[in-house]
């Protein structure tokens, strides 16, 4: 009775020291988060404060070279392009995740990347000395790439080094960076501060900083236990960097967990894009996170904060003091997302993006009916300032981080990459889409173009709640059997009782991998 007592007080000291929030897994996350993702969200938004004096560069430019003013529509189109140039430059990046992270790993595809950022922070910086503008247009492709990679692979990165108690908070940290870039491009973008006709080339330029600091850190930290383990198949570098992670030397069961999703992989080998979408035991998993990324961006998000600023000023807001409201707005998109970090793992990501989406949903259809009466309903433009502030509290909290977390937990590491240069193209051309679209959409549609994004938040609730399983605190490999269930796929139960086999103690039977075929 004592001998069980003592195995059973080990057994939980293990798992409390898995769980733990580790130092260096801390650090791992918020460089590689700062390095990165903060970095593609200061990009979405570090033009539009200095629009006007960008704008006014151009055509000085044009005017020195030609002698005579831009025409109003081909600055019209330069001006789109220099803004529609990044999401597309973040479907270039998000191609080149497969063969990068198969490649190089995690880690060397994160430092290959900083090279992206710093050549486009030079471009950018240095666009106004050289009297051209078409390099900033060069640099968004540029960085676009940049955003691309970091927007997929520290999810990935991040996922496969966090113990599964505490993936959902870790997944969540890039978005939580994503908000602080919009929010620091917001801040520095004030005209009193960068903001400016002089302040704007340092402004854009900055962006370089934070992949310095990542390049000269990054390198200390380990790569993915995983990747090591399962694709470079060295079990000694993998066990090495999980014991460092977490702070505890006995790491067995979960390289055993490992070892589980590498035998059962074994068969398949690794995915492309290809084969990722032919594979009947993976098409539920690719389709959720089809219509997950699809209703992230396509539910509005670029639309509500192109009309937030003339939301503000029909309220009565100064147009002076309209930047002011932005930053606010900022603020609460970074505090939201910081609070779905710590309930994530109590609540778990199914709940999160049915209220993120429901909140979407009902702010879209208010924010109609508001927008139509403020003209004749005085108390109509605050009540939009409300829908505004709702939605993207909705959006924080479910609809913008939890889908790259549940590629991360939803694929196995054969098919993890191939799926995140899925979900990540996707993203990429729903947001390039939505910008090329919406200025059309609103100039025939108006306040009814909301309606559009409260279809698709409905539609993409309806999806979640009949399809998408939970997956909080589970491993790889049993959300990988939920899966299989929905996928019915005979082998995968086949190889299901195979690793409930591994499991059972005593003797060597255990280490006997028996494929489907012998069955």
């Known amino acids: 009775m004592k001998l069980k007592r003592e195995k059973q007080d080990s057994s939980d000291y293990k798992e409390g020291s898995k769980g733990k929030m580790t130092l260096l897994l801390a650090l791992v996350a918020l460089v590689s988060a700062f390095g990165s993702s903060f970095q593609y969200g200061y990009n979405v938004s570090v033009i539009n404060s200095p629009a006007p004096y960008m704008q006014d560069f151009y055509n000085q430019t044009y005017f020195n070279r030609h002698g005579v003013p831009m025409d109003s529509g081909f600055q019209m189109l ?38 992206f950022s710093i050549a486009a922070a030079i471009l950018m910086g240095t666009s106004e000395l050289a009297k051209t503008f078409e390099v900033i247009i060069l640099a968004r492709v540029i960085v676009g790439i940049y955003a691309g990679l970091a927007s997929n692979v520290v999810p990935m990165f991040l996922g496969e080094m966090s113990p599964k108690n505490l993936r959902g908070a870790i997944g969540i940290v890039p978005q939580l960076f994503i908000t602080l870039g919009i929010l620091v491009a917001q801040i520095l973008g004030l005209n009193s501060i960068l903001g400016n006709a002089k302040g704007w080339p340092v402004l854009l330029g900055l962006t370089g900083i934070p992949s310095l600091i990542q390049l000269l850190i990054l390198p200390f930290f380990p790569e993915s236990p995983r990747y090591l383990l399962i694709q470079k198949g060295s079990e000694e570098q993998a066990r090495q960097a999980l014991q460092k992670l977490r702070g505890w030397n ?51 998000v670029n639309a509500v904060f192109y009309y937030a600023d003339r939301i503000f000023q029909s309220a009565g807001v100064a147009s002076s003091n309209v930047q002011y409201v932005t930053v606010s707005i900022g603020a609460i998109n970074v505090v939201m997302t910081l609070l779905a970090v710590f309930i994530v793992e109590s609540l778990g ?35 939009s300032i409300v829908c505004v502030i709702v939605y993207i509290i909705g959006h924080a909290i479910g609809a913008s981080p939890i889908p790259f977390v549940m590629i991360t937990e939803m694929f196995l590491q054969s098919s993890r990459p191939a799926a995140f240069m899925v979900g990540g193209s996707v993203h990429w051309l729903c947001n390039f889409t939505v910008g090329l679209v919406f200025l059309y959409m609103e100039a025939g549609l108006g306040p009814y173009s909301f309606l559009i994004f409260c279809a698709i ?6 999806y979640i709640f009949f399809v998408v ?38 003797g060597q039977a255990g280490n006997k991998v028996i494929s489907s075929s012998e069955l």
């Open 78 to 115: 330069l001006w789109s392009l220099t803004v529609s140039m990044f999401p597309l430059g973040g479907l270039f990046g998000s191609l080149m995740v497969w063969p990068l992270v198969n490649n190089c790993g995690r880690k060397g595809t994160l430092l290959i990347n900083n090279l």
């Open 250 to 300: 006995d790491v067995d069961d979960e390289m055993e967990e490992m070892r589980q999703e590498d035998r059962s992989e074994k068969e398949e080998g690794r995915f492309s894009v290809l084969s990722l979408c032919t594979f009947r035991g993976l098409r539920w998993q690719l389709i959720s996170i089809v219509v997950m990324m699809m209703g992230q961006q396509l539910s509005g």
């Open 349 to 383: 990501r199914k709940i999160l993006l049915l209220a993120g989406f429901g909140l979407c949903c009902v702010s879209c259809a208010v924010l109609t009916l508001a927008l139509n009466l403020q003209t004749t309903v005085s108390w109509m433009s605050y009540l």
């Open 457 to 462: 938040c409905l539609a993409t609730i309806l």
């Open 469 to 506: 399983p939970e997956t909080k605190n589970k491993t790889f490999m049993e959300i990988n059997r939920i899966m299989a269930k929905r996928n019915k796929v005979e082998i995968q139960e086949d190889k299901e009782k195979l690793e409930v086999f591994h499991t059972v103690p005593g």
